[in-house]
């Protein structure tokens, strides 16, 4: 029996990137199926004249707007998952995998976000909109998602792509249990582990650990992410 890995793609930052091979490790050490992980790099992606927007002053990550470009790397089939690389996963991705449902163009954690800072990690803007963080992880039915053309997804406004207007409208957008996008410091801190019914994903919207000023960034979360960061880079002797 043939099994096909899990297409993966993480929103790649170049100053995140203890936060892409930290997620990366905790994808794989945590996942019972094989998985195919592609981070987005702007400059690879501006190099095959797929990506060519000039940086939006709203714009926060390298990768703000390259999330959607992934159903045509997919060649608009199947299913995919996308990811901002500021997260750390603690359970079998697979059991987010299976959640998959064809009714659904797009599927993720419809949050209620309405953040009451205006500075992000690193002086960036906070930017306030409907579906705040709801495309920081999708469930991609690339199908169904084929108005996100290379044109479409280089000329529309930000508002156009994270509010989900490529699709017909908001009964294509499923929802999937907060666990799987919780947000460090903005929600409240979980007292479980995932194995205990806690978030399987958790996810440093407001900057993490990795940036030398947000050392504590969730407090005991941060030391988890330490730690799982320490597992990455052990070797055996």
């Known amino acids: 029996m043939t099994v096909s890995p899990i297409p993966i793609f993480i929103g790649y930052d170049p100053r995140e990137r203890a936060a892409t091979n930290v997620l990366i490790d905790s994808l794989y050490q945590h996942s019972s199926a094989p998985l195919a992980i592609t981070p987005l790099v702007t400059p690879q992606l501006e190099a095959q004249g797929l990506f060519r927007r000039e940086r939006d002053p709203k714009q926060s990550t390298a990768f703000s707007f390259t999330r959607f470009l992934v159903p045509y790397l997919m060649g608009y089939q199947g299913w995919a ?139 005991v979360l941060a030391a988890e992410w330490f730690g799982a960061r320490e597992d990455a880079m052990k070797f055996w002797e």
């Not at 803007?125 to 280089?154: G, I």
């Not at 479980?192 to 947000?214: D, E, K, M, V, Y």
């Open 81 to 219: 998952l996308f990811m901002d690389c500021d997260m750390l996963c603690r359970g079998d991705i697979k059991a987010l995998w299976e959640l998959r449902d064809d009714r659904f163009g797009a599927m993720c954690v419809q949050h209620e976000h309405v953040p009451g800072e205006t500075v992000k990690f690193l002086g960036e803007v906070q930017s306030a909109y409907p579906k705040k963080n709801w495309s920081s992880l999708m469930l991609l039915n690339c199908s169904r998602c084929k108005k996100l053309t290379v044109d479409y997804v280089n000329t529309a406004t930000g508002l156009e792509l994270h509010r989900f207007h490529w699709l017909e409208g908001d009964h294509e957008i499923g929802a999937l249990d907060s666990g799987w996008n919780h947000l460090v410091d903005v929600q409240e801190a979980p007292a479980a582990s995932a194995s205990n019914g806690g978030p399987r994903l958790l996810h440093w919207t407001l900057g993490g650990p990795w940036f030398r000023q947000q050392r504590t960034m969730g407090g």
